[in-house]
């Protein structure tokens, strides 16, 4: 057994929606330990319950049973008051559409919750690792899906947040745009030493991951750490 603790820790976790003849079991048991720094790519069909998991690990839904340890704090017994500032604390989230607000510029919306941190990264700096402060002051729509992407990444990132959340990341993406968007979260990974948990649907991603899990009919059915990560940009599909 090993002695290092895992920093997200998952156990017999469940979660259903609906009651009676309308009762889905989403989440069926799921026990998983990620360790800090990794990159965790978990794969699933959809409607297999990615986004449900996600959310939970989020303290954006609450579980029906189980518990969901991060950094030795059981989320399941938080009161909503100390789950908000687990998440404001804690987590950057990514999603499919980037939910920018519209009319803030590409540099508002990553000030906006840097003021959320006690120790935000410097909002200059970070536009320039996304590639986007010669753009900072134009507004989401002026730019690509890939740059508001970018800006999205950001926006959860000048938190400096220890776990970040992408749910299907580039699924809105090109091919081309989304390798971009996958070497940032690997750039990302390496210069700020965020735990990273990406859901997805497209395999080819999980070979950059160093643990992959597969989602299926609510039970874990693969587990395992990849001994030889590839470079995003070596990815093909
Ligand atoms: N709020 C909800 N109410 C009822 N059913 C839901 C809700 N959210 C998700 N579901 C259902 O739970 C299942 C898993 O959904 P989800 O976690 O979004 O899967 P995935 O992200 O893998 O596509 C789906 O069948 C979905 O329709
Ligand atoms: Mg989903």
Same mark, same amino acid.
């Given at each position: 057994? #090993?002695?290092?603790? $895992?920093?997200? =820790?998952? %156990?017999g976790?469940?979660?259903?929606?609906?009651?009676?003849?309308?009762?889905?079991?989403?989440l069926?048991?799921?026990?998983?330990s990620?360790?800090? *720094?990794?990159?965790?790519?978990?794969?699933?069909?959809? *409607? %297999?319950?990615? %986004?449900?998991? +996600?959310?939970?690990?989020?303290?954006l839904?609450?579980?029906?049973g189980? #518990?969901i340890?991060?950094?030795?704090c059981?989320?399941?017994?938080l009161?909503?008051t100390?789950?908000?500032?687990?998440?404001?604390?804690?987590?950057g989230?990514v999603?499919?559409?980037?939910? &920018?607000?519209?009319? +803030?510029?590409?540099?508002?919306?990553i000030?906006?919750?840097?003021? &959320?941190?006690?120790?935000?990264?410097n909002?200059?700096?970070? +536009?320039?690792?996304l590639?986007?402060?010669?753009h900072?002051?134009?507004?989401?729509? =002026?730019?690509?899906?890939?740059?508001? @992407?970018?800006?999205?990444?950001? !926006?959860? &990132?000048?938190?400096?947040?220890?776990?970040?959340l992408?749910?299907?990341?580039?699924?809105a993406?090109?091919?081309k745009?989304?390798?971009e968007?996958? @070497?940032?979260?690997?750039?990302v990974?390496?210069?700020?030493?965020?735990?990273?948990i990406?859901?997805?649907?497209? $395999?080819?991603?999980? !070979?950059?991951?160093?643990?992959?899990?597969?989602? !299926?009919?609510?039970?874990?059915?693969?587990d395992?750490?990849?001994e %030889?990560?590839?470079? $995003?940009?070596? &990815?093909?599909?």
């Amino acid at each position: 057994m #090993s002695t290092k603790q $895992a920093y997200v =820790q998952v %156990s017999g976790l469940r979660k259903h929606y609906g009651d009676g003849d309308a009762r889905l079991t989403v989440l069926d048991g799921i026990d998983t330990s990620i360790n800090r *720094g990794e990159i965790c790519v978990m794969l699933g069909p959809s *409607g %297999s319950g990615k %986004s449900t998991f +996600l959310n939970l690990i989020g303290g954006l839904e609450d579980a029906d049973g189980g #518990s969901i340890m991060v950094d030795g704090c059981d989320l399941t017994v938080l009161k909503p008051t100390d789950l908000g500032e687990y998440r404001r604390r804690e987590l950057g989230f990514v999603f499919q559409f980037y939910n &920018l607000v519209p009319d +803030l510029t590409i540099k508002e919306n990553i000030e906006v919750t840097a003021h &959320l941190s006690k120790n935000p990264l410097n909002v200059d700096d970070l +536009l320039r690792s996304l590639g986007l402060y010669e753009h900072r002051n134009k507004f989401p729509r =002026q730019v690509s899906g890939g740059q508001q @992407q970018r800006c999205a990444i950001g !926006r959860a &990132l000048v938190k400096n947040p220890g776990l970040l959340l992408c749910d299907e990341p580039t699924g809105a993406l090109d091919y081309k745009t989304s390798k971009e968007i996958l @070497q940032l979260m690997e750039d990302v990974n390496r210069t700020y030493g965020c735990t990273i948990i990406i859901v997805t649907h497209n $395999a080819a991603i999980a !070979r950059m991951a160093n643990r992959v899990l597969r989602l !299926r009919d609510g039970r874990i059915v693969e587990d395992g750490l990849n001994e %030889s990560p590839v470079a $995003a940009a070596e &990815l093909d599909w």
